[in-house]
């Protein structure tokens, strides 16, 4: 009996890998679901490969994580669809996507990628200011000028 118990307690304390890692990046307007699995490193963003994505420094930019993460990168498949916002803002969304799924299943990568860039991992709370009536459409702070004389 005080076997059965040591090996649950020890199967407990072992942490398995999981199969399947749903991960969200936010960047302004633009919000990334990224769903990655064990595989054989294909990425794809919005079903298209990662590899034909223009323009380049997108492509380049979303790379940054798994050049960081390695040969972890390489074991598994990530699939992204982002919407939202505007071309760097959705970039952003991506990255940091892709970064939690790959940290999820590499937890030591945590401390690199948050030295590297913390955006990779930490959402920026900053968010548009709503306008407000009146004069809306001129933005949230704008006066109607005033002559001094």
């Known amino acids: 009996m005080a076997d ?10 072992r942490k398995k890998k999981p199969e399947v890692v749903f991960t969200v990046g936010k960047r302004k307007a633009a919000v990334a679901r990224a769903v990655c699995r064990p595989g054989t490193g294909k990425i794809f963003v919005n079903n298209k490969a990662l590899d034909v994505l223009q323009p380049e420094a997108v492509r380049l930019f979303l790379r940054e994580p798994l050049q960081l993460a390695g040969d972890v990168a390489k074991t598994l498949d990530i699939n992204v ?3 939202g916002g505007g071309m760097f803002g959705q970039a952003e969304a991506v990255r940091q996507a892709i970064a939690k799924a790959i940290v999820a299943f590499e937890p030591s990568l945590k401390n690199s990628f948050l030295e590297y860039d913390r955006a ?7 968010r548009n ?14 006066h109607k000028q005033r002559s001094k004389r």
């Not at 059965?4 to 407990?12: D, F, H, P, V």
């Not at 990779?120 to 900053?126: N, T």
């Open 120 to 126: 990779l991992l930490v959402a920026d709370p900053r």
């Open 4 to 13: 059965e118990m040591k090996k649950k307690s020890e199967a407990k304390s």
């Open 81 to 83: 669809n982002v919407k």
């Open 129 to 142: 200011e709503p306008h407000k009536p009146s004069r809306s459409s001129a933005g949230p702070r704008r």
